[in-house]
């Protein structure tokens, strides 16, 4: 994968239609996202306010990757808490968005927390998207989320005085990932990273961005900071 097949896919997404058609871009993600509401929710759960699916569909996917909580969500859309939840389920049968928790050992505080939502698609989530600028940092998380899913990770974030984008859970072994697109890394992605790991009894962490690959220690916890290009092509998952 290149610079610019990575763009690409930031871009369009992983369609394969829309890989291949990319002037057709627009009418065939409208297209799925009709065929995902209509056929997949409307008509199969017996939907009624089917314009209040689409606004949460459309909701959702403009703030794909960020923490989205039911009070916040029913005071935008004026939704009760039951409808939100059972219009959200449908929607992640249904392959539009899923659904990343916060992580914690208690699970009543995992629950408690607002769990932050990605699309299934990146094109799907830039046709659907209300906002006007293209945040490649958004994107590149997505891409990671969406690559976790398909790695059977189970996927958190974490958030204390710093973030962590994404706890990959396997069994027992945690990873916290963090997510940069940028070949200069802020200071705050190793700090979340350490945080974490210090809390956690962690030794290895990974950022994710547009460098080189190279490993350091910081506070004795092994760092990763992989190129996201390399590591989205991985074959053998880690």
Not at 38 to 49: A, F, G, L, P, T
Not at 137 to 166: C, M
Not at 198 to 220: C, D, F, M, S
Request: net charge positive; glycine share 4%; proline share 3%.
């Amino acid at each position: 994968i290149t610079k610019k097949s990575l763009e690409e896919y930031l871009k369009t997404g992983g369609y394969p239609e829309v890989v291949l058609n990319p002037e057709k871009k627009e009418k065939l993600l409208e297209s799925y996202f009709e065929l995902a509401l209509i056929k997949d929710i409307i008509n199969r759960y017996r939907v009624r306010d089917a314009v209040a699916l689409r606004n949460l569909a459309l909701y959702l996917l403009t703030n794909s990757g960020k923490q989205v909580s039911l009070k916040k969500t029913r005071a935008a859309l004026g939704l009760s808490y039951d409808t939100i939840r059972r219009f959200m389920d449908y929607l992640e049968a249904s392959f539009l968005v899923f659904q990343v928790p916060f992580f914690s050992y208690s699970m009543k505080e995992s629950l408690l927390k607002p769990r932050k939502v990605f699309a299934f698609d990146l094109g799907m989530q830039q046709y659907a998207s209300k906002s006007f600028t293209e945040d490649r940092g958004r994107l590149a998380e997505g891409a990671v989320a969406i690559e976790l899913k398909h790695r059977k990770f189970e996927a958190y974030y974490w958030k204390n005085s710093r973030e962590v984008d994404f706890i990959a859970k396997e069994k027992t072994s945690l990873l916290p990932i963090n997510v940069c697109y940028s070949e200069k890394m802020p200071k705050r992605e190793r700090e979340g990273l350490v945080e974490f790991c210090k809390k956690n009894r962690q030794k290895n962490a990974v950022i994710l961005y547009t460098g080189k690959t190279v490993r350091e220690t910081k506070e004795n916890i092994e760092i990763e900071n992989k190129n996201i290009r390399e590591w989205l092509t991985e074959k053998a998952y880690n």
